[in-house]
T-cell receptor, first 111, second 113 residues
Framework: GENVEQHPSTLSVQEGDSAVIKCTYS??????FPWYKQELGKRPQLIID?????GEKKDQRIAVTLNKTAKHFSLHITETQPEDSAVYFC??????????FGSGTRLLVRP | SAVISQKPSRDICQRGTSLTIQCQVD?????MFWYRQQPGQSLTLIAT?????????ESGFVIDKFPISRPNLTFSTLTVSNMSPEDSSIYLC??????????FGQGTRLTVV
């Protein structure tokens, strides 16, 4: 089955700097890779996703890149703001439509 | 986007008892998923629940401990049976919009004492 690894586990950046979170996956049949943001005490919220037929996708300050050959994908947040502080999870969807999550990255944006 | 209502939002239960968590979706959906999120951890898939068939459980989760019902295309329940303190966790239901985008219920924070 699918296995998703995520790093770093914690990331502290200065406001305005960029943040990068990386994930690798094991199942070459996986074809959908979402990123979720979870604030304390709240449910995970989808922030961006990418399908396997696309190499990069951007949405304002957030971008995701996918390298299918190497089986890794990354989240890039530019011009970070304190409200970006949260836990971020990557995930991979296997052929059974099951989402397998990475271990999470706690992002702290220092004002 | 799909709206999922999950209840209860939290509960404190005595060990040895059972708790049933309910999820209601505002539209008909084929697949529903149940996750567990232990404190400070990631989401772990418990099972997939399709209407009209038995739930499919992931490794480490069994039907006797986590029975699931899926009586129709908008509703599902997860029961946590014979609870112990190790079951203290957040339980989340989820469904897909289209065939990819996953939405979550607000979660049930369970504390077993």
């Amino acid at each position: 089955g699918e296995n998703v690894e995520q790093h770093p586990s914690t990331l502290s950046v200065q406001e305005g700097d960029s943040a990068v979170i990386k994930c690798t996956y094991s199942d070459s049949a996986s074809n959908y890779f979402p990123w979720y943001k979870q604030e304390l005490g709240k449910r995970p919220q989808l922030i961006i996703d990418i399908r396997s037929n696309v190499g990069e996708k951007k949405d304002q300050r957030i971008a995701v890149t996918l390298n299918k050959t190497a089986k890794h994908f990354s989240l890039h947040i530019t011009e970070t703001q304190p409200e970006d502080s949260a836990v971020y999870f990557c995930a991979g969807m296997d052929s059974s439509y099951k989402l397998i999550f990475g271990s999470g990255t706690r992002l702290l944006v220092r004002p | 986007s799909a709206v999922i209502s999950q209840k209860p939002s939290r509960d404190i239960c005595q060990r040895g008892t059972s708790l049933t968590i309910q999820c209601q979706v505002d539209s008909q959906v084929t697949m529903m998923f149940w996750y567990r999120q232990q404190p400070g951890q990631s989401l772990t898939l418990i099972a997939t629940a399709n209407q009209g068939s038995e739930a499919t459980y992931e490794s480490g989760f069994v039907i006797d401990k986590f029975p699931i019902s899926r009586p129709n295309l908008t509703f599902s329940t997860l029961t946590v049976s014979n609870m112990s303190p190790e079951d203290s966790s957040i339980y989340l239901c989820s469904t897909l919009q289209g065939d990819t985008e996953a939405f979550f219920g607000q979660g049930t924070r369970l504390t077993v004492v």
